[in-house]
């Protein structure tokens, strides 16, 4: 049995319906800490759900998507009615690419700042006031990516860099109010 040492907490992990956040999800839940998953498909975000509950823990699914401001807002206001607070606020729905930069239109370079960049903004936003009341966590899924530049992933190396300096200077804004801030670089 997992040593439960986030028995009380309630965390929201975006990008949880598969992959790292449905991991991610798993392993806090047998921790102890009530989950709220997240994905804009209601379909699969639905059978995530089901299968952490089979196992006995206690979650909600909110299908929004992070891109837009509005869904993540609400996003929150559900998460604090269903559980009544939040305390871990993990970033980590996100998309991939691979195509050389000249390759690419404007409306895909949109499309990706868009999901890998706003959708850590948005939900850290809304989240923040809660985060900061509970002295909480917020931590962004980045990848090593976003450490060094790779052919044919430009955005995605610039996304993935831009959340480094976006968690750096989140640090040093809350760390004296409380908050941990961190960044998680992913492997291939």
Same mark, same amino acid.
């Given at each position: 049995m997992a040593k439960k040492d986030f028995e009380g907490k309630v965390a929201l992990?975006? #990008?949880? /319906? $598969?992959?790292? #956040?449905?991991?991610?999800? $798993? &392993?806090?839940?047998?921790r102890g800490a009530k989950i709220v998953l997240n994905a804009r498909g209601a379909g699969r975000l639905e059978e995530a759900k089901k299968s952490l509950d089979a196992d006995g823990y206690e979650t909600v699914a909110i299908p929004a998507d992070? @891109? !837009?401001?509005?869904?993540c807002r609400d996003m929150i206001a559900r998460t604090l009615d269903a559980f009544g607070r939040l305390d871990i606020l993990i970033n980590n729905a996100g998309v991939s690419m691979r195509s050389e930069f000249g390759d690419l239109d404007? &409306?895909? %370079? $949109?499309?990706?700042?868009?999901?890998?960049?706003?959708? %850590?903004?948005n939900p850290t936003l809304f989240a923040l006031p809660e985060i900061k009341k509970n002295c909480g966590s917020i931590v962004f899924t /980045? *990848?090593?990516?976003g450490l060094i530049g790779l052919?044919?992933? /430009?955005l995605y190396c610039a996304t993935? *860099?831009?959340? $480094? #300096?976006? !968690?750096?200077?989140?640090r040093c804004e809350l760390e004296? &109010? #409380?908050?941990?801030?961190?960044? @998680?670089? @992913?492997g291939f």
């Open positions: 992990i975006t #990008g949880s /319906s $598969r992959g790292i #956040g449905l991991a991610t999800a $798993r &392993e806090l839940a047998g992070v @891109v !837009s401001a509005d869904a404007a &409306e895909t %370079c $949109r499309s990706i700042v868009d999901i890998n960049l706003m959708g %850590c903004i /980045s *990848s090593i990516a052919p044919t992933a /430009s993935k *860099s831009a959340l $480094r #300096g976006l !968690s750096d200077s989140l004296p &109010e #409380g908050v941990h801030v961190g960044i @998680v670089y @992913v």
